[in-house]
């Protein structure tokens, strides 16, 4: 594969990254998300230099950033995602909802899987303990 990458764009501080930060100048995104967190900071001052005008989030900032602003639709997808878990691996509703929120931790999503866990907007359990066998739906 042959990548041109444009000589304005500053080398970040790991250069195998260089063709990410082109692809972000010359397609001038407005957000890019990255799961690095120092590298969302290297990146974004790269980005500053060439003045692109691009935000550069950390994926749990953005997630965060999307579930205080659209929290039904964060819900929403949350529920579908533990269906998807439930229907594709045959898991039970607990077990892919635990499944979910730890493969968003792995990803780098600490904080929203745990606002996934704690905030009544999210919740799709029932019951006083958080935990029931059959999914809450309609609320939002």
């Not at 100048?25 to 690095?36: A, I, N, P, S, Y």
């Not at 965060?64 to 533990?82: G, K, W």
Request: proline share 3%.
């Amino acid at each position: 594969m042959i990548v041109f990458v444009d000589a304005n764009v500053p080398c970040p501080a790991d250069p195998n990254d260089r063709h990410v930060l082109a692809a972000a100048v010359g397609g001038k995104v407005d957000v890019l998300v990255t799961r690095e967190r120092e590298g969302a900071l290297d990146f974004q001052r790269c980005l500053d230099q060439v003045d692109a005008g691009t935000t550069v989030l950390h994926v749990d900032d953005c997630l965060l950033m999307l579930a205080d602003r659209h929290p039904a639709l964060v819900r929403a997808r949350y529920r579908d995602q533990i269906r998807y878990h439930r229907a594709r691996l045959g898991l039970g509703e607990e077990t892919a909802a635990d499944l979910t929120l730890e493969r968003l931790e792995k990803n780098g999503a600490e904080r929203f899987a745990f606002r996934l866990r704690t905030d009544e907007r999210f919740r799709v359990w029932g019951g006083s303990a958080g935990r029931e066998s059959r999914l809450q739906v309609g609320v939002g």
